[in-house]
């Protein structure tokens, strides 16, 4: 099945849709493409709890910021139309294919997207780490990818937490980069703004002096934007605040059992890799140790467990 998702070019406001259920028994086909030993696996775990939707023909919502550039970004097409694509968009893509689902992408900023997938069970986004708050009301499948924490700057590299004192820092309102920096710096200069291109443009003009943001997501920036320097902090040192990217819906969304173990699959098989080498870069692909990518939270029940 063609996956689909509505670009900004053309987009079709049909708000949440209902996730259509295929009643209480399932069988070996219901995860339809993810390997004829998955769905079996599969079926059978959805049949004895409940907790994995059979998806074949569902319809769910995406919800996320479509200025997030690896993995989120507009492209413009051969006809002059925008696109919404990027290493998120490829993932879900796959997923539909391999789980025979479609989905709408609904653009909104960060905080409107937490407040939307709170609100519906058959919307999900992407690129959020889990911790015991967002537990309380999400749901998270494994990690798919592992980030790196990322500041801009218009002058010196900043690559460690000591590098930061005394500047003014911009970060995205509620993003773990946010709280991270909060918890590490309380007493710094710290200005939030709604989205990570109005953090740029103060950096850009002077205004603030370090973009604290996703590491792949600076990557883009510094190769548009001349005069640009990005560093990476550590890991040992965010370690605690910023886990890896994982989906993440409604505490309770039916079909996130069954998004997990798709994505253990994909990144035994290689796929996720794939995605990330021509999206990200080689240098932020797993490899052979995966291990890192963890289990779903608490609550979800799902055969790749």
């Known amino acids: 099945m063609t996956p689909n998702h509505t670009t900004p070019g053309g987009i079709d406001r049909r708000g949440f849709l209902k996730l259509m259920a295929a009643g209480a028994a399932f069988t070996p086909l219901a995860l339809a493409g993810c390997g004829s030993t998955q769905q079996a696996a599969t079926a059978e775990a959805a049949a004895s709890t409940g907790t994995a939707a059979d998806l074949a023909g569902a319809k769910l919502t995406f919800v996320g910021d479509d200025a997030f550039a690896p993995y989120r970004y507009l492209e413009v097409q051969s006809d002059g139309s925008q696109k919404v694509v990027g290493l998120d968009i490829a993932i879900a893509d796959e997923m539909a294919n391999r789980l025979g689902f479609t989905y709408d992408f609904e653009p909104q900023e960060f905080?409107?997207?937490?407040?939307?997938?709170?609100?519906?069970?058959?919307?999900?986004?992407?690129?959020?780490?889990?911790?015991?708050?967002?537990?309380?009301?999400?749901?998270?499948?494994?990690?798919?990818?592992?980030?790196?924490?990322?500041?801009?700057?218009?002058?010196?590299e900043v690559k460690t937490v000591d590098d930061l004192k005394g500047k003014s820092i911009a970060c995205t309102t509620g993003t773990v980069q946010n709280k991270f920096i909060s918890a590490v710096l309380p007493d710094a200069d710290i200005h939030t703004y709604d989205g990570g291109d109005q953090c740029l443009q103060e950096v850009l003009a002077g205004r603030i002096d370090a973009y604290l943001c996703d590491g792949a997501e600076g990557q883009s920036m510094r190769d548009?934007?001349?005069?640009?320097?990005?560093?990476?902090?550590?890991?040992?040192?965010?370690?605690?605040?910023?886990?890896?990217?994982?989906?993440?819906?409604?505490?309770?969304?039916?079909?996130?059992?069954?998004?997990?173990?798709?994505?253990?699959?994909?990144?035994?098989?290689?796929?996720?890799?794939?995605f990330i080498g021509q999206y990200v870069g080689?240098?932020?692909?797993?490899?052979?140790?995966?291990?890192?990518?963890?289990?779903?939270?608490?609550?979800?029940?799902?055969?790749?467990?």
Do not use: H
């Not at 959020?128 to 499948?141: A, L, V």
């Not at 409604?250 to 890799?273: H, N, R």
């Open 111 to 156: 905080a409107a997207t937490l407040a939307s997938v709170q609100s519906s069970d058959t919307s999900f986004t992407m690129a959020m780490s889990s911790n015991p708050e967002r537990e309380q009301t999400y749901d998270f499948t494994r990690g798919y990818y592992q980030p790196l924490v990322g500041v801009l700057t218009m002058n010196d």
């Open 224 to 274: 548009a934007n001349e005069g640009l320097v990005l560093g990476f902090l550590d890991r040992a040192e965010t370690k605690d605040y910023v886990g890896v990217y994982r989906i993440m819906a409604a505490k309770g969304a039916s079909f996130v059992g069954a998004f997990d173990a798709c994505v253990a699959e994909m990144l035994a098989d290689g796929t996720i890799d794939s």
């Open 282 to 305: 080689e240098d932020f692909k797993w490899g052979d140790d995966t291990s890192a990518s963890g289990q779903p939270t608490t609550g979800v029940v799902t055969a790749a467990n």
